[in-house]
């Protein structure tokens, strides 16, 4: 190597490693965000985050290191389909600016997957960022919000999972669970399960590998985002936390890889740090299922004693309701391939549409059979990726978001959930770049 050459290099290096570090903080700092933005409400912080966010990924991807992937324009073209079809809706359906407007908000938070997914993908190609770094960048994302959720929680201040009068405003000891200052639970719900999901794997994954340091640095993540999810008290929040970490102590328990005397190691850290927490969080956790248990009861009398309808949170009804809607709808034709938009009654225009709240039927209901298709394709190789390899922590990450979605919804919808989804799909992509 040349002189020439090898100052070349490292002038190289430090811009290279600059533009890694600018990814994983950028994306890493969203809890913080979306923090703030419950706790300084109106003030927009979030979408301003987001907005410049995607500026500057339009920048990268078509000025920065002067080169322009095909996936970009694929991007671009898929963007283009969408908004052609809001416009569709628009023009052929509704005619006025309001459900316009209310569905670019929606869209636009859909579009974050595709967008950031280019933003990673470019960065894959061009070896500054790897499959292990975008793994990281999930679990600073998890450390994220345990502290954005614990924190308050300590110090007695955010804002009530349920409250009292549905304000959605009171703070958490005037009403039932804790979401501290995040504003939508159903998709804090969401992301909360998927990450326990990702540290506990992970935790189980390092056990078997004897990487005891790792082991411990990511089960106190695991205990911090559990505990976060726990404090939601959702009936899905509840009964998963509860499940899933009998399932964990079960099989690190059940492992063959891993010692006698580390098992007995395991149990007796877990008793130590639960008595040490119990003073600080059994009280709320107490009360919060009270607090569950007396909705579930009250709603269950509600409807009757349904159980369908008490176990699906009445997405049972509205699902019907929407496909009835559907099919007497004289557009039916025209929904069915380019969907009614997320937010007006197709047939009474003057009154929102009553979501399923099932991603996977409200994206067909709002975007129709073309938008499934266009999604599906821009994606179709990281699924492809993650269907063919070998399932790690990040596998069952996106598997039990992707349940979640069917039966719960926010995900897709939802600009946090749609974020951590660019990343997961990023990642399934760096991992088959770096297995060939």
Not at 82 to 93: A, D, R
Not at 165 to 174: E, I, K, P, R, Y
Not at 383 to 409: N, P, Q, R
Request: net charge positive.
């Amino acid at each position: 190597m040349s002189e020439r050459e090898h100052h070349s290099q490292m002038e190289t290096r430090p811009k290279e490693s600059l533009l890694t570090i600018i990814a994983i903080c950028s994306f890493g700092i969203m809890p913080i965000v979306d923090s703030f933005n419950g706790a300084f409400q109106q003030s927009h912080i979030a979408d301003i985050y987001r907005l410049f966010l995607t500026i500057y990924v339009f920048f990268f991807l078509f000025f920065g290191k002067k080169i322009i992937f095909e996936q970009s324009l694929q991007m671009l073209l898929v963007v283009f389909f969408f908004g052609t079809l809001i416009m569709l809706q628009y023009f052929f359906l509704y005619g006025y600016h309001v459900p316009l407007v209310k569905d670019l908000k929606s869209l636009m938070r859909i579009l974050l997957t595709i967008i950031f997914y280019a933003y990673f993908y470019k960065l894959i190609q061009l070896k500054l960022i790897t499959k292990e770094q975008l793994k990281d960048m999930l679990l600073l994302i998890a450390l994220g919000y345990s502290a954005c959720i614990i924190l308050p929680f300590l110090f007695g201040k955010g804002l009530a999972t349920y409250d009292i009068f549905g304000s959605g405003t009171l703070s958490a000891d005037q009403g039932v669970g804790f979401k501290a200052y995040f504003l939508e639970v159903n998709s804090l719900s969401a992301i909360l399960i998927g990450l326990v999901t990702l540290c506990g794997e992970e935790c189980l994954a390092s056990i078997k590998q004897n990487s005891y340091r790792y082991t411990i640095l990511v089960g106190i993540l695991f205990l911090g985002i559990w505990l976060s999810l726990l404090l939601t008290s959702t009936k899905t929040s509840l009964v998963y936390g509860i499940f899933y970490f009998i399932l964990f102590v079960g099989r690190m328990l059940l492992s063959k890889k891993l010692r006698m005397i580390f098992k007995l190691y395991g149990i007796f850290s877990i008793n130590l740090i639960f008595l040490l927490l119990k003073s600080l969080f059994l009280p709320k956790f107490v009360e919060s299922v009270n607090g569950v248990l007396a909705r579930g009861f009250y709603f269950f009398d509600l409807m009757d004693g349904n159980w369908i309808q008490f176990l699906t949170s009445n997405r049972s009804v509205w699902l019907v309701l929407n496909w009835q809607q559907l099919l007497s709808s004289k557009h039916f034709l025209f929904i069915h391939f380019f969907g009614a938009g997320y937010y007006i009654n197709v047939d009474f225009p003057l009154a929102r549409r009553i979501l399923a709240e099932m991603d996977l039927f409200d994206f067909y209901f709002s975007y129709g059979l073309v938008g499934y298709l266009l999604y599906i394709s821009y994606f179709k190789t990281s699924l492809i990726h993650f269907y063919k390899a070998e399932k790690d922590s990040v596998s069952w990450m996106f598997l039990t978001l992707f349940i979640y979605s069917i039966f719960a919804g926010h995900v897709f919808v939802n600009a946090m959930a749609a974020t951590l989804l660019a990343i997961i799909f990023a990642y399934f992509t760096a991992r088959q770049e770096s297995s060939e």
